[in-house]
């Protein structure tokens, strides 16, 4: 019988953005995966209310679970009107940029009827009070049914993708340019601090997260972007 | 002793009527000749006005009374931006009449524009489940903050569906006059068991004693 510590993981990209292929270093849930019975729920682009229910669902089979809190704005669509992207993937959760990217190459037109319609919220009915309000009560509702649960802000670790992204000089166009293979948004140096960061929580219940335990990348810029075809 | 009352038409609405003298007076209004009462009711208001309303405001008050009447579909813009054909602006909008909207002024652009915007957004991303489980959050935070108040919507919509079964009415057909949606006696009777809870901290609604007896033309049209 597997003895390890059961753990869950809830969130969006910076828990499950994964490039096999380009990049073969560990991001810190598959560090964690090496020393733990992981389970990862976690899902690019979806929102805080998409991660709330599958954590609602699936809590009690875990002895600690860890939530990325991610930006309140996140819509989640009814499943009505979930549809398929390009590559097969079921979209569910978008954000103005997604929304937008995903209108680019948008063929069936229900499809880009819902992604105008979500860029058509974000222009003129998003109430970001609202999101705010309605995100932190979700979360605080989570910390009373599981007192074994690590939030990590999307705010914490944005700063960190921030710092790398200083460090590599990504302006404000690099990604019209350039793919990101970043896992987890992270570098492979900083997916290792988080990682420890992690497992001392899941050992000692102690999590401390601050900017400067974070380090400058000592990869180069070629071990994660690459020019777009 | 301050009193803060948080709600929508249940708790602060009267009927505009320019060819009847409105003498019917509201609950809450029966309170305040009793009690120093601030009202944040508002009709037409979504959870999340009194939500908003009732963080910044309720530790001012002794006692705090909440109606959670308003219906989860009622979604508040971030500003009154809807113009209506009266010349107002509204704020809050209730989803499924978006589709229909006969009472915005669609002559304005920017109203046409966002009432546009809002049915299309209904249509394909209003989650349901979503607002279902904003509305129980709001409501319980509202509750933990304040396990001493007195909330009130359950009885309130109680009286409210025992008029209509009385009159034999059904809503929207007619013009309703009640004040807060109640009867005069029952606006009184309801203004008496909550000074009861305001003074001696004791509630006891009895459904039974709200059934109507005044004269149907009194308040229907």
Same mark, same amino acid.
Request: some cysteine.
């Given at each position: 019988?597997?003895?390890?510590?059961?753990?869950?993981?809830?969130?969006?990209?910076?828990?499950?953005?994964?490039?096999?292929?380009?990049?073969?270093?560990?991001?810190?849930?598959?560090?964690?995966?090496?020393?733990?019975?992981?389970?990862?729920?976690?899902?690019?682009?979806?929102?805080?209310?998409?991660?709330?229910?599958?954590?609602?669902?699936?809590?009690?089979?875990?002895?600690?679970?860890?939530?990325?809190?991610?930006?309140?704005?996140?819509?989640?669509?009814?499943?009505?009107?979930?549809?398929?992207?390009?590559?097969?993937?079921?979209?569910?959760?978008?954000?103005?940029?997604?929304?937008?990217?995903?209108?680019?190459?948008?063929?069936?037109?229900?499809?880009?009827?819902?992604?105008?319609?979500? =860029? #058509?919220?974000?222009? !003129?009915?998003?109430? @970001? /009070? &609202?999101? *705010?309000?309605?995100? $932190?009560?979700?979360? +605080? %509702?989570?910390?009373?049914?599981?007192?074994?649960?690590?939030?990590?802000?999307?705010?914490?670790?944005?700063?960190?993708?921030?710092?790398?992204?200083?460090?590599?000089? =990504? #302006?404000?166009?690099? !990604?019209?340019?350039? @793919? /990101? &293979?970043? *896992?987890?948004?992270? $570098?492979?140096?900083? +997916? %290792?601090?988080?990682?420890?960061?992690?497992?001392?929580?899941?050992?000692?219940?102690?999590?401390?997260?601050?900017?400067?335990?974070?380090?400058?990348?000592?990869?180069?810029?070629?071990?994660?972007?690459?020019?777009?075809? | 002793?301050?009193?803060?009352?948080?709600?929508?038409?249940?708790?602060?609405?009267?009927v505009v009527d320019?060819l009847i003298?409105?003498?019917?007076?509201?609950?809450?209004?029966?309170?305040?000749?009793?009690?120093?009462?601030?009202?944040?009711?508002?009709?037409?208001?979504?959870?999340?006005?009194?939500?908003?309303?009732?963080?910044?405001?309720?530790?001012?008050?002794?006692?705090?009374?909440?109606?959670?009447?308003?219906?989860?579909?009622?979604?508040?813009?971030?500003?009154?931006?809807?113009?209506?054909?009266?010349?107002?602006?509204?704020?809050?909008?209730?989803?499924?009449?978006?589709?229909?909207?006969?009472?915005?002024?669609?002559?304005?652009?920017?109203?046409?524009?966002?009432?546009?915007?809002?049915?299309?957004?209904?249509?394909?991303?209003?989650?349901?489940?979503?607002?279902?489980?904003?509305?129980?959050?709001?409501?319980?935070?509202?509750?933990?903050?304040?396990?001493?108040?007195?909330?009130?919507?359950?009885?309130?919509?109680?009286?409210?569906?025992?008029?209509?079964?009385?009159?034999?009415?059904?809503?929207d057909q007619l013009l309703d006059r009640r004040?807060?949606?109640?009867?005069?006696?029952?606006?009184?009777?309801?203004?008496?068991?909550?000074?009861?809870?305001?003074?001696?901290?004791?509630?006891?609604?009895?459904?039974?004693?709200?059934?109507?007896?005044?004269?149907?033309?009194?308040y229907f049209k």
């Amino acid at each position: 019988m597997d003895d390890k510590l059961k753990i869950g993981i809830f969130g969006d990209s910076f828990a499950s953005l994964r490039f096999e292929n380009e990049n073969p270093t560990l991001d810190w849930v598959s560090h964690l995966a090496q020393k733990y019975n992981v389970l990862n729920f976690a899902k690019p682009g979806t929102s805080v209310y998409y991660s709330v229910k599958l954590f609602l669902k699936n809590f009690k089979e875990f002895d600690k679970t860890i939530f990325i809190v991610t930006h309140s704005s996140r819509l989640t669509l009814p499943e009505r009107s979930y549809f398929l992207d390009s590559r097969g993937n079921v979209v569910d959760c978008l954000t103005p940029r997604s929304a937008q990217e995903l209108l680019k190459d948008c063929k069936r037109e229900n499809d880009c009827k819902i992604l105008k319609s979500v =860029l #058509d919220y974000y222009t !003129y009915i998003e109430d @970001i /009070d &609202f999101n *705010n309000y309605i995100s $932190s009560l979700m979360v +605080n %509702n989570l910390k009373e049914m599981h007192n074994e649960l690590l939030l990590i802000y999307y705010e914490d670790l944005i700063k960190v993708h921030k710092m790398e992204n200083d460090f590599f000089q =990504l #302006d404000d166009k690099f !990604y019209t340019h350039y @793919i /990101d &293979f970043r *896992n987890c948004h992270l $570098s492979k140096d900083n +997916n %290792n601090i988080l990682f420890e960061k992690v497992d001392e929580w899941i050992k000692t219940s102690r999590f401390k997260f601050s900017i400067n335990d974070f380090v400058k990348p000592s990869d180069t810029f070629l071990n994660y972007f690459r020019i777009k075809k | 002793m301050k009193i803060g009352i948080y709600g929508d038409s249940f708790t602060n609405h009267q009927v505009v009527d320019p060819l009847i003298d409105n003498k019917f007076i509201s609950w809450v209004d029966l309170l305040k000749k009793k009690y120093t009462i601030t009202n944040f009711g508002k009709q037409g208001t979504s959870i999340f006005y009194s939500y908003q309303m009732f963080q910044k405001t309720h530790k001012l008050f002794d006692k705090v009374i909440v109606s959670f009447s308003m219906p989860v579909e009622r979604l508040m813009l971030p500003k009154p931006i809807l113009k209506l054909k009266n010349g107002a602006f509204a704020q809050h909008i209730i989803f499924k009449n978006i589709l229909s909207p006969d009472e915005y002024d669609m002559s304005d652009v920017y109203t046409s524009t966002i009432v546009n915007a809002l049915s299309k957004y209904y249509l394909y991303c209003y989650n349901l489940d979503f607002y279902n489980e904003s509305f129980k959050l709001m409501k319980e935070e509202i509750i933990r903050q304040r396990s001493d108040g007195l909330f009130v919507a359950d009885d309130l919509i109680r009286i409210y569906k025992i008029e209509n079964e009385y009159y034999n009415i059904s809503i929207d057909q007619l013009l309703d006059r009640r004040t807060c949606h109640l009867t005069s006696k029952n606006n009184f009777l309801f203004a008496e068991i909550v000074s009861e809870w305001i003074t001696n901290n004791i509630y006891e609604f009895n459904k039974d004693k709200f059934i109507p007896n005044e004269d149907y033309n009194y308040y229907f049209k």
